[in-house]
């Protein structure tokens, strides 16, 4: 049965995790509150909770999500590869409102959807959402709405939209505040050799740069490579063999995005921390 619970009262926000702590073991759903907006979260390690919860969206594998951890070193057990970048924005911005695609850990036994080798991280900022993690461990979370409509900004909106397919609500007022709109994750892509926005949110470009100032924006390429110059005693080259073309761009390989849109990853991300549908990430 469908329960919903008033976080901002000490003893409901006792009893409403604990039921969630106990509807995420069964591999049912919930919805709670991030520092961004509402997400709807499941066991990261289930297949069946993560499939519900992708119905109960109303989505499929292609859109998987994000996943939400409650401190900083789980990133090392969920991701491999972590560049020095992507670490740096991790420090600077977790607990906060940034999502990070990074290479997934390939003994871990899960299935998230058709996320090719990669996850979408995020540590929200948010008390009720960092304790439901320091209960549950890392959980998959996309945005607490139906594919195609608005965020939820509290439990009740959520509860409008995903109905019973949700076994608890824990309601903690408006996210981020009341009379905002919500404001998703900003998702880096860290899996190639250059950092990437594919996704703006929370933190802007101008702050993801103070840390590390090779960030690309949303849409920028890197800029093309001189060609190499001949040596002067070469011998010279036909007109024939010369081309016009311009020299050839380095590559940036933009991993799939995991719903937000978070993270819809409240952000890959909570639950909230999504490209291709630009739906928030949670």
């Not at 961004?36 to 390690?45: H, L, S």
């Not at 970048?85 to 420090?91: G, P, Q, V, W």
């Not at 470009?205 to 849409?219: A, K, M, T």
């Not at 002067?232 to 063999?241: F, G, L, R, T």
Request: net charge negative; proline share 10%; hydrophobic share 40%.
């Amino acid at each position: 049965m469908t329960t919903t619970y008033n976080c901002t009262s000490e003893d409901q926000r006792a009893l409403g995790l604990e039921h969630a702590q106990r509807a995420i073991s069964e591999q049912k759903c919930v919805v709670f509150p991030t520092d961004t907006v509402y997400g709807i979260a499941a066991d990261a390690f289930s297949p069946q909770a993560v499939t519900m919860l992708l119905v109960s969206k109303g989505r499929g594998r292609s859109m998987p999500p994000p996943v939400l951890i409650p401190r900083i070193n789980a990133l090392d057990g969920l991701a491999t590869d972590v560049s020095a970048d992507a670490r740096k924005l991790a420090e600077a911005f977790w607990p906060g409102g940034l999502t990070l695609i990074l290479h997934a850990q390939p003994s871990l036994d899960w299935d998230l959807g058709d996320t090719k080798g990669t996850v979408a991280l995020r540590m929200p900022a948010d008390e009720v959402a960092q304790e439901l993690l320091t209960l549950t461990g890392p959980l998959a979370v996309s945005s607490a709405n139906r594919t195609g409509h608005a965020a939820a900004q509290t439990a009740a909106e959520a509860r409008e939209q995903l109905a019973e397919s949700v076994e608890v609500y824990l309601e903690g007022g408006f996210r981020p505040l009341e009379g905002t709109e919500g404001v998703p994750s900003t998702i880096v892509d860290a899996t190639g050799p250059l950092l990437r926005v594919v996704r703006n949110g929370a933190v802007s470009l101008q702050q993801l740069r103070e840390h590390v100032p090779g960030v690309l924006g949303l849409g920028e390429i890197p800029m093309a490579e001189e060609p190499a110059e001949e040596p002067a005693d070469e011998a010279p080259v036909s007109e024939a063999s010369v081309t016009d073309a311009a020299p050839e761009e380095t590559p940036v390989t933009e991993a799939p995005v995991a719903e937000a849109t978070p993270a819809e990853t409240p952000e890959a991300a909570a639950s909230t921390d999504e490209p291709p549908t630009q739906e928030p990430r949670p």
